[in-house]
């Protein structure tokens, strides 16, 4: 990295925390400490983080992190802009780290096998028969997925468990790899296919930030959505041309802010019908 340059890791892991409500002051005091801008989210089940900072700063905030020996080792996903892409730095309690509402879905305790990236690249490559399942929410695929993926289209994440009710039944006995954008969507999905019936399920490990990382991003068509200020990454993990519009939050293309259904700060060609006459 070059100076001046902001690292961006995000993280998580599924670990019963019993005293998640004493942990949110610990890590309120180290990232103010530290100066550090981004989410982390604490659960009964679980921490989530996505966090940016200086690298001296990460790189304290991570030993701060693996002083808790339910911590250490967390994959990390990496990545560097020339500026803060988070705005406020927020911990907060949460009832999951990732929203289900499937209290009998724990990861910690299983979840299905993870697919190294390049073993699926090399799978894809070589025209295997798999079915690539999509987690993420509809505007997520719009911006980008893997050739021939199903979209469940999916406009929230608690709607997956219904969606796979109408995938086809022999599909119930084929190889399926399912991906979100980091990994943590596909620990609670995983879980929900198999309860409902099918065999042979796993899980891209890193998601597809971990597949950009490792492969040459080949078989993947667009960038991907990120949570963040970038909006949307390419596979060589570099900020795209994708911003978000203020009203809705849903992710716009050069072309789509060049419409007469745009207008910054107002309404976008996905909430004109509903902002216009407020702006």
Known sequence: MEDGEIVNIAGYRFVDLEDRDELRQPFRFICEKLNLKGTILLSRNGINFFLAGDKKSIDSYIEFLESDKRFVDIPLKISYTDYQPFRRMLVRLKKEIISLGLDEVRPAEFTAPNIKPQELKNMLDKNEDLVILDTRNDYETRVGLFENAIDLNLSTFRDFPEAILDLPEEYKTKQIVMYCTGGIRCEKASVVMMNAGFENVKQLEGGVLGYFEETDGSHWNGDCFVFDQRVALDTELNET????????????????????????????????DKNKNKA
């Open 241 to 272: 041309e994708y911003s978000m519009c203020f009203a809705c939050r849903e992710p716009l293309t050069k072309q789509e802010r060049r419409s007469n259904d745009y207008k910054f700060d107002s309404y976008c060609p996905y909430c004109v």
